[in-house]
């Protein structure tokens, strides 16, 4: 047994460093062909760059509107995760630790919600939406529901919030009783054990729905596209029409800083809390 798990870690090296360089290889060429000039993109696309052409970067920002794009895709995200969290948190908690008349059919309900695929229900939204408008079309002439970002966000966290419960409430219930007794015997309220002590030590699973719902909202394409008919696009629809604009031009290099700034954040925020989403992603092996 020794012999095989020996062979087989060479393999496991193999494995993840060519994963690893699946990945890091496009994303480094990109961010050198976002720094090339125009002329540069007719010989090898695997030349460096003659010189850091920055102006690229300055063209997408400004001249293909990505710096009004991105101000859109961080309210619509950060608007999202502020709902999901302030919802998902309380309902998790009394989830996990409160018996109450109807608590299997409201996890059946939350389990339900894990297996609807949001792309397939966009239509109907929109025609709620669109004829929310239209009754109230007196009061808001120009429509509110739809092409609004804070409907948008209200919608991405309604869609992630089965997700984001269910994973919750399986790390609450992983958590020993005692701290919330100590707690309470202290005079602690109910509200109080939740902030205080709970969600303190939740961390490490808040961290992950974080990161997976803002990935889920950052690269979202489609409800963004039919929710968002107006100027006011995210950065993925924005990206769309600057490859289709730069396709037409053959500036290449303003289409790949306008990738670089959509990549740029989600990679950030990865390093910012890697550790914690390892954390909160062993929890489940630690604790059980």
Not at 2 to 16: C, E, F, N, Q, S
Not at 156 to 181: G, H, K, N
Not at 218 to 234: C, M, Q, S, V
Request: hydrophobic residues 55%; positive net charge.
């Amino acid at each position: 047994m020794t012999t095989i798990k020996r062979a087989g870690r060479p393999l496991t090296y193999v494995l993840v460093t060519a994963i690893a360089l699946a990945i890091a290889v496009p994303v480094g060429w990109v961010l050198l062909a976002s720094l090339k000039e125009k002329g540069e993109f007719y010989g090898s696309p695997w030349t460096l760059p003659e010189g850091l052409h920055l102006q690229n970067y300055a063209d997408a920002f400004v001249t293909a509107r990505m710096g009004q794009y991105f101000f859109t895709s961080v309210l619509v995200t950060v608007l999202g995760l502020v709902f999901v969290v302030a919802v998902s948190v309380p309902a998790a908690y009394v989830i996990a630790r409160y018996e109450f008349r109807g608590r299997g059919l409201v996890e059946l309900a939350m389990l339900a919600g894990l297996f609807v695929n949001v792309n397939y229900i966009v239509v109907p939204i929109f025609l709620m939406l669109v004829g929310w408008d239209r009754a109230l079309a007196g009061v808001f002439p120009d429509g509110f529901f739809i092409d609004n970002p804070g409907v948008l966000s209200l919608v991405y966290a309604a869609t992630s919030i089965p997700f984001t419960i269910y994973l919750l409430t399986a790390y609450f219930r992983s958590i020993p009783a005692d701290y919330e007794e100590a707690a309470a015997l202290d005079g602690a309220s109910r509200l109080q054990v939740m902030v205080r002590v709970m969600l303190p030590m939740a961390r490490p699973a808040l961290t992950t729905v974080i990161l997976f719902n803002f990935l889920a909202y950052w690269n979202d394409f489609i409800i963004a596209l039919t929710l968002l008919p107006g100027e006011g696009k995210t950065l993925q629809v924005g990206l769309l029409n600057l490859m289709t604009a730069q396709k037409a031009a053959a500036d290449y290099g303003r289409l790949y800083a306008g990738m670089v700034i959509v990549i740029v954040p989600v990679l950030v925020l990865y390093a910012l809390i890697q550790r914690r989403l390892i954390e909160g992603m062993a929890s489940g092996g630690v604790k059980g």
